[in-house]
């Protein structure tokens, strides 16, 4: 099995989220499980910079519509996955983050940069492709290279690899002017309800999920969540009517960087077996913070982007009446201005209580996940979620809401999964400040029983959220999406 994956970013060069961690480690997982893999990625300089070696594939002068002319190199790396990099000096040699200008806009050629990828996959996924190497599938991921299938239907004739789209995040589409199809290279009847229109707009990812042979999801419970109005953000109807191509694999998480026993950004290093040390991590976690160094005060954690997803104004609603009641909240943050500045006030008006950085720091975000007590994500919606599982490893009981992966990951502590030997954090309902109040209650007065709550640190310790069960199930899929498009 040969796999072209196609993929906005890739870490820890280019990384927004959770989408550059799993395209940095899926593709290893798949090479490891015996399948090829290239990963086709924007040349940003941080990539290009990374790939000091590289050779010259191809140069890719008019892939059709108004496309700047691009170069493919390959860059081999130590461990031999194999980058493609897509080099287009006026797409993509730009610092700073890959979709957003300084003020936090889209950049404004956003559509000419992603189609760039999206039709670039295309063309190296079909046949007459300037690269002698031939994927079985194409696996774009996301809007930013989801209208490769579209362009394999409208320009390829359906001859390429077969193709799947994983949604990451329903909740960016990639909507664009309908007047951009034409530079784009799209013929006008691919602006068609079958096709990419989306209320009269161009949708880079309706057009990946209308035209793809096997749509996947990146949990269970996602993927029958986006089937519905609540989650399905306005195509919830397609998504329905392609009901028996969409599945769900739950990400992997890197347990190589995420391991608590060698983990060096920790004060002091620990495993299920010796959990006694957790507790140094808290003091240095506190004093590092700022908060009253005490280790009897529940302390939760929170790494995440500050938006309307992430539910965190759920917990800043409630953090002055956490702080009097004696718990401590250490969040590492970035996104919404407003709620940044939500999260800063609080910490200023609880000091020793409350300690909010408002930044992206990788390390701080380990010592977060080994101090805290327990780790909270009251997401709206959250197709994935890494952090949970993350903090499972860590021996720091989530408290979530139950949706998409955290659903997926988290045994809340009711008094049969206790007593099976499941529970191994907890959950609640309702997306509402009540509901996240009243499980942190029971996360607090569960900890005040030593001995069940090591129980449930154990069980979260236990599970195994390696990639090398992601990628069989990624394998599955694209041998299942090759049939179909064999049939
Ligand atoms: P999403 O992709 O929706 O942002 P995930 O939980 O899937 O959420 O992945 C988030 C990833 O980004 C995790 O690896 C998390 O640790 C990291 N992260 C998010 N915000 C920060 C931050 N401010 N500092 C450091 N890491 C962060």
């Known amino acids: 099995m040969r796999a072209l994956f196609a993929v906005s970013e890739v870490a820890p060069w280019v990384k927004t989220g959770g989408l550059g961690d799993v395209a940095a480690a899926l593709p290893r997982a798949l090479m490891s499980a015996g399948c090829g893999v290239r990963v086709l990625v924007p040349a940003y300089p941080a990539m290009m910079k990374a790939c000091g070696e590289r050779r010259a594939?191809?140069?890719?002068?008019?892939?059709?519509?108004?496309?700047?002319?691009?170069t493919l190199w390959e860059a081999v790396l130590t461990d031999g996955l194999t980058l493609w990099l897509l080099e287009s000096p006026e797409c993509f040699s730009r610092e700073g983050n890959p979709y957003l200008d300084a003020q936090g806009h889209q950049w404004s050629d956003n559509a000419l940069r992603f189609g760039l990828l999206s039709r670039v996959a295309a063309l190296l996924s079909a046949p007459g492709s300037p690269v002698d190497w031939h994927a079985d599938v194409l696996h774009c991921n996301d809007w930013q290279s989801a209208l490769a299938p579209a362009y394999l239907r409208y320009l390829h004739g359906d001859e390429g690899a077969a193709s799947i789209v994983t949604i990451h995040n329903l909740a960016f589409q990639g909507i664009f002017d309908a007047t951009e199809c034409a530079p784009l290279g799209l013929p006008e009847r691919a602006l068609t309800l079958d096709g990419v229109e989306f209320h009269g707009k161009l949708s880079f990812l309706k057009g990946g999920l209308q035209c793809c042979d096997l749509v996947t999801t990146v949990s269970p419970t996602y993927a029958s969540e986006i089937l519905g109005p609540e989650y399905g953000c306005g195509l919830e109807g397609l998504l329905r009517y392609r009901a028996d191509r969409v599945s769900g694999i739950l990400n992997g998480i890197d347990t190589e960087v995420w391991d608590a026993a060698r983990d060096p950004a920790l004060a002091s290093n620990y495993d299920s077996h010796s959990l006694d040390a957790k507790a140094a991590n808290k003091l240095a976690l506190q004093k590092e913070l700022g908060l009253a160094p005490d280790p009897q005060r529940m302390l939760f954690g929170v790494v995440s982007r500050l938006t309307e997803q992430k539910g965190l104004d759920l917990l800043l609603e409630i953090g002055d009446a956490l702080c009097?009641?004696?718990?401590?909240?250490?969040?590492?943050?970035?996104?919404?201005?407003?709620?940044?500045?939500?999260?800063?006030?609080?910490?200023?008006?609880?000091p020793g209580g409350c300690a909010a950085v408002i930044g992206f720091d990788e390390t701080l975000a380990h010592r977060i996940e080994a101090g805290a007590d327990a780790f909270v994500m009251p997401s709206r919606f959250e197709p994935c979620g890494l952090n949970q599982m993350y903090s499972l490893r860590y021996g720091t009981p989530p408290v979530v809401r139950r949706t998409g992966g955290l659903a997926d990951t988290v045994v809340d502590a009711t008094p049969q999964a206790l007593a099976d030997g499941g529970a191994n954090g907890f959950v609640f309902e309702e997306a509402s400040a009540p509901a996240l109040f009243d499980a942190l209650h029971r996360a607090i007065a569960t900890f005040g029983d030593p001995r069940t709550w090591r129980a449930i640190q154990r069980a979260g310790m236990r599970a195994d959220f390696s990639w090398s069960g992601a990628a069989a199930r990624y394998l599955e899929a694209y041998r299942a999406a090759v049939r179909l498009r064999e049939t």
């Open 57 to 70: 594939l191809a140069r890719i002068d008019s892939p059709g519509g108004r496309f700047p002319a691009s």
């Open 324 to 350: 009097e009641e004696g718990a401590q909240i250490a969040l590492l943050g970035s996104g919404d201005r407003a709620m940044e500045r939500g999260w800063r006030d609080l910490a200023a008006r609880r």
